[in-house]
């Protein structure tokens, strides 16, 4: 989407357009999904999620500034919906078998086939490690690899101290390391 339309369809859906606000989220729809897949682990929940994030996007939206890029805005809501979430289940490692096979397909696909297969079994190996971390782990991880966040702004938006931040994140590779092992590093 040209920047120029996406800024027009901004301004018409801070004024209460929802029919501009629905163009935005077809835009940003399977992005905001991703992030709520990689950090929940189930279809049903990450859609759930992504759709609570468009909401509180969409209320919040009269005080966004249009200098910011939207997407980033709207992934950090993603997040603390999904982060929100977390806290309130039990601790639990999610299977993740078949639906990763799209992410990890995409960039494997140019592969000979053998070379693609090993690719799917390490990425799955890696999204099963990254789920069996504590949630508080598998945000930062999220934040910082997958939303290229730095340090300050993934605490920024947990509200923790940096040095908090840095800890979880050291211990979150710690446990994918020690999980994974140095063949897939």
């Known amino acids: 989407m040209d920047p120029s339309v996406e ?5 018409q859906a801070q004024r209460g357009d929802q029919q501009a606000y629905g163009a935005l989220v077809s835009r940003y729809q399977q992005s905001l999904f991703a992030v709520c897949y990689r950090l929940l682990g189930q279809r049903q929940d990450a859609e759930d999620a992504a759709q609570e994030a468009f909401v509180r996007g969409f209320r919040s939206l009269a ?3 249009r200098q910011r890029p939207l997407g980033p805005w709207l992934r950090q809501i993603a997040t603390n919906v999904c982060y929100d979430l977390l806290r309130q289940r039990p601790f639990t490692t999610v299977p993740l078998l078949d639906e990763h096979d799209g992410f990890a397909g995409r960039s494997a696909r140019w592969r000979e086939p053998e070379q693609a297969q090993i690719a799917r079994e390490r990425q799955q190996r890696l999204w099963q490690a990254i789920h069996a971390l504590p949630p508080h782990y598998r945000v930062v991880i999220e934040l910082r690899h997958f ?3 730095s340090y300050q702004e993934i605490a920024d938006q947990l509200d923790l101290p940096l040095n908090t931040v840095k800890s979880h994140l050291l211990r979150a590779r710690k446990l994918l390391w020690e999980r994974l092992g140095p063949e897939d590093e």
């Open 7 to 11: 800024q027009e369809l901004l301004a």
């Open 147 to 149: 939303q290229e966040l």
């Open 63 to 65: 005080g966004f500034d």
